[in-house]
C-alpha cells in the first residue's frame, strides 16, 4: 500500500526498455568509486565532487584558451516552478537531479531528455519554517540513487526505473523537521541531517544501511539532561535549542570520520533564556561514521545572536603548517572568519576574517572569538556586519590542488538586527526563530564577489565583484578555470590563478545552485541550475 503514496508516471519502465537504456542507467557505483572519483572525471558521483567536498574537476578540455567559445549545448526544464537549487549527479552519461520540492529525475546528458521521474505524495499541512520548499541533490551508491524529501523521509529509488525500494521516516515535520540537502553515500551508510532549527527543535544526524534503510545511529546536536554539554543551555533552552544539520558535510575514509556543520541556536534573536555557549550549535562536528560518537567539536559562534549557521561545506585537504605536514579541514565560516582546524584532533590552527565583520576584535589562541561591546540584537537594531545571509551561505566553495586556492563567494553586507522573543513556540510559523529579525544594509557598499584565499592562511590572492549577489557556489577544473553565477542571471568562467573574466552567458534567471560538470562520448560540459531550468554547456 506504501506505493499509493508515490506519483508513477506513465511509459516509464516502457520507455526505458524501447530506448535501450535501462542496463546503463545508475551502473553499479561502488564506494571504492567514490573514494577515488578523481580517476573517473567524467563522472559527478557525490555532493561536493568528492568526499573532501573539494568540487574540483580533473577535466581540461575546457580551459583558459578556449572558455570563451563555451555554447548552450541543451536546457531542461522544471515541470513546475520553485526554488531550484540541484546539484546533480552525474554516472556514465545519465544525470540525476531533484526538482523542487523533492521530485527526482533521471535524464540522458546527450540530449537533456527526461528518461524518468519520481515524485513523494507530501502532506497538505507541510511546514517549511525557516527554510525553502527545495532540494539540493541525490547520493548513488551501487544501482540505488537516494533522496530525502521536504517532509523529511529518506527514499531508496531504483536507478533504473525510479522504483521506490524503501522510505524511512527520519523525524516528524509536523514538529518542524524538514530536509534540503542531499544526502551522503559511503561505505554501506547513507548519512542525512535536517532542517528546521527555526521552528523550536534540536538537530540531528543520522546514519542509514544503503540496502535496508534501517537506522544505525544518531547524534543529537544539542545535549539533554544527563549529556555533557547541556550545562551550556540556560534552563530547559536546550528543548528548543536548534543546532540543525541542514546542508551535506565531508568525509574522511582514512580517519573514519564525518566532518558535519550544525545550525544556529534557537531563538535566533534572543540568547536571554539561554545564557551560556549553546553547544553544539554553530559547529563543526568530527563524528565516527561506524558509532555516530562524536569525536571532537569546535564552536566558531558561541552563543550566536545572528543567525550565522556553520552549515557551510567543510573542505579537507592534506598541507605543511610551519613546515609540518598536517592533515586539515578549512572553512569559510557564515561569521566572516575563515579556520583552519586539524581535522584528526580539532585543533585550531588559525583563523582570519575574510570579509568586513564588526562583532568580534579576533580570535584568541583557541579560536574562540573575542567579542567587541554590545553586539547582541536590541529593540532599536543593532548594526553589525556580516548580515544573517553571512559572509556565505549554504553555496559550496571549491578547492583547486593545483593553485592551492579555496574559491568562495563571499558577500559584503551589514544589517540592523532586532531583538525577539527569549523563547520558542515549537512548530508555529508566525513566530520563526523566535520572532525578531534584521534590516540589511543595500546600495553601493553591499556587494558580493567571487575571492579565491590562500587555502593556508586565509589570504585573499583576488576578487571578481559580482553584478547584484550571489547564491551559486563555485567550480574548479584542472583546466584552470572558476565557474560561479549571480542572481542576475549570468553564469561565467574566471581564470583559476588571476581572476581574469574569460566567458559569460547570461540565462535570463538567477542561479542558485552549484556548478558540475561531466563529460560523456570525450565531450567535457558545464551545468547549472537557474530559477526552472538546468542549462548545460559544452564546446562546439
Known amino acids: 500500500m506504501k506505493s499509493l503514496q508515490y506519483v508513477a508516471y506513465a511509459g516509464v519502465l516502457a520507455a526505458l526498455l524501447l530506448a535501450g537504456w535501462s542496463s546503463a542507467l545508475a551502473q553499479n557505483v561502488t564506494y571504492d568509486d567514490i573514494l577515488h572519483s578523481s580517476a573517473q572525471p567524467q563522472n559527478w558521483i557525490t555532493y561536493g565532487g568528492n568526499y573532501s567536498s573539494h568540487r574540483f574537476s580533473e577535466l581540461k578540455q575546457i580551459d583558459t584558451q578556449n572558455a570563451a567559445s563555451l555554447k548552450m549545448e541543451w536546457v531542461y526544464q522544471l515541470r513546475r516552478t520553485g526554488i531550484f537549487e540541484t546539484s546533480p549527479i552525474v554516472v556514465d552519461g545519465y544525470l540525476y537531479m531533484t526538482e523542487p520540492p523533492s521530485t527526482v529525475t533521471a535524464l540522458d546528458v546527450r540530449t537533456g531528455k527526461a528518461i524518468w521521474r519520481w515524485t513523494p505524495e507530501l502532506p497538505k499541512n507541510l511546514l517549511t519554517i525557516g527554510l525553502f520548499p527545495t532540494n539540493r541533490g541525490v547520493a548513488v551508491l551501487g544501482d540505488t540513487v537516494y533522496v530525502t524529501t521536504i517532509d523529511s523521509y529518506l527514499v531508496a529509488l531504483d536507478g533504473k526505473t525510479g522504483a521506490v525500494r524503501w522510505r524511512v521516516h527520519v523525524a516528524e515535520n509536523k514538529e518542524g523537521y524538514a530536509i534540503t540537502s542531499a544526502p551522503l553515500a559511503i561505505n554501506g551508510k547513507i548519512i542525512t541531517g535536517t532542517g528546521g532549527g527555526e521552528a523550536g527543535l534540536r538537530g540531528l544526524l543520522d546514519a542509514y544501511d544503503a540496502k535496508t534503510g534501517k537506522r544505525l545511529w544518531r547524534l543529537w546536536t544539542v545535549p539533554t539532561q544527563g549529556e555533557p554539554g547541556v550545562e551550556t543551555w540556560g534552563g530547559d ?23 558535519w556543520g550544525t545550525g544556529n541556536p534557537a531563538p535566533d534573536w534572543n540568547g536571554d533564556a539561554r545564557q551560556g555557549d549553546n553547544l553544539y550549535s554553530c559547529s563543526l562536528l568530527a563524528v565516527d561514521a561506524d558509532t555516530g560518537k562524536m569525536k571532537w567539536y569546535f564552536q566558531f559562534s558561541p552563543h550566536d545572536t545572528h543567525d550565522w549557521d556553520a552549515a557551510e561545506p567543510p573542505i579537507l585537504l592534506d598541507a605543511a603548517i610551519n613546515g609540518q605536514p598536517r592533515k586539515l579541514v578549512v572553512m569559510a565560516n557564515r561569521n566572516g572568519f575563515y579556520y583552519v582546524l586539524d581535522r584528526t584532533t580539532g585543533e585550531f590552527l588559525s583563523g582570519v576574517p575574510f570579509i568586513k565583520q564588526t562583532w568580534a576584535k579576533g580570535l584568541d589562541a583557541k579560536g574562540r572569538p573575542i567579542l567587541m561591546p554590545d553586539i547582541d540584537p536590541s529593540p532599536q537594531g543593532t548594526l553589525i556586519y556580516p548580515s544573517i545571509t553571512g559572509a556565505i551561505n549554504f553555496s559550496s566553495p571549491s578547492y583547486s590542488p593545483l593553485t592551492g586556492l579555496v574559491y568562495v563567494t563571499a558577500r559584503e553586507q551589514g544589517a540592523y538586527y532586532f531583538k525577539g522573543r527569549p523563547k520558542m513556540e515549537p512548530a508555529n510559523p508566525e513566530l520563526a526563530g523566535g520572532g525578531g529579525g534584521q534590516r540589511v544594509l543595500t546600495g553601493d557598499p553591499a556587494y ?6 590562500d587555502a593556508t592562511t586565509g589570504k585573499m590572492k583576488w576578487q571578481f565583484k559580482l553584478v547584484g549577489d550571489s547564491w551559486t557556489g563555485t567550480l ?28 559569460n552567458v547570461h540565462v535570463g534567471a538567477a542561479a542558485r545552485a552549484n556548478p558540475v560538470t561531466f563529460a560523456v562520448d570525450g565531450k567535457q560540459y558545464v551545468a547549472v541550475a537557474a530559477t526552472n531550468s538546468l542549462f548545460v554547456f559544452g564546446l562546439p
Request: glycine share 12%; aromatic share 16%; no cysteine.
Open 476 to 503: 574548479a577544473t584542472a583546466g584552470g578555470l572558476v565557474f560561479s553565477a549571480d542572481v542576475a542571471g549570468n553564469f561565467f568562467a574566471l581564470d583559476a590563478a588571476t581572476g581574469k573574466p574569460l566567458w
Open 448 to 453: 558580493t564577489a567571487v575571492r579565491a584565499l
Open 237 to 259: 533552552s536546550w528543548k528548543w535549542g536548534g543546532a540543525t544539520t541542514w546542508n551535506t558535510g565531508s568525509y574522511d575514509p582514512e580517519l573514519n570520520l564525518l566532518y
